[in-house]
Every structure is written in C-alpha cells, then in structure tokens.
C-alpha cells in the first residue's frame, strides 16, 4: 500500500510541476501574444456576430486563467509533497519514534 501512495504522491508532483509550468506560460504568452490570439478567438467565437473580443480583455483572461492553472498546480504539488511525507513518516515511525525519546531523554 505504501508503494501505491508514494507513486500517487510522485505522479501528483508531477502533475502539479506541468501545471505550474502551463499556467505560467499561458500568462506569460497570453500577456505578450495577445495579438495573435485575439484573431482565432474573434473568427471562431465572434465570426457571425458583429462583435469582437478586445485585446485588454484577452490579455486579462488569459492572466486570470494563467494565474488559475499555477495555483492549482501549487495545490497539486503541495499535496503531493505532503502523500510523500506521510508515507515517509509511516515508513519510518518505528526510527522516528526512537529519535523523539532518545531527545525527550536528553531534556532537548
């Protein structure tokens, strides 16, 4: 069972880095190519419509969804990193308890 928890926790880190990572990229890319999303957005969503999507408003969408998708990836990665602990902490009382009285003992 440990096995299954701590590959959860590593595939929870991952996933967490590669949310991190897009989301900084799609604000970063959002922010500075605001150009060249507005004309696929505008065509496909607004192509039968008289009206069009700003570029200010993309470039605040697109930061919003960007900073969105970074703190769910923190999210993630922190609950990763916290299975890992867990598991580590399970694995290993019987030590960590030897540790904690032998401290105790010495009045630390």
């Given at each position: 069972m440990y096995f299954f928890v701590r590959f959860s926790g590593f595939a929870l880190l991952v996933f967490?880095?590669?949310f991190l990572l897009f989301g900084f990229g799609s604000a970063v890319g959002g922010f500075f190519f605001s150009d060249l999303i507005a004309g696929p957005i505008n065509n496909f969503l607004f192509g039968n419509s008289g009206s069009l999507l700003p570029q200010d408003a993309i470039r605040l969408y697109t930061s919003a969804f960007g900073l969105a998708v970074f703190l769910l990836g923190m999210t993630t990665a922190a609950l990763g990193q916290l299975m890992l602990v867990f598991v580590d902490l399970a694995v290993n009382t019987r030590e960590t308890n030897?540790?904690?009285r032998s401290l105790r003992r010495r009045d630390i």
């Open positions: 967490g880095l590669f030897i540790i904690l």
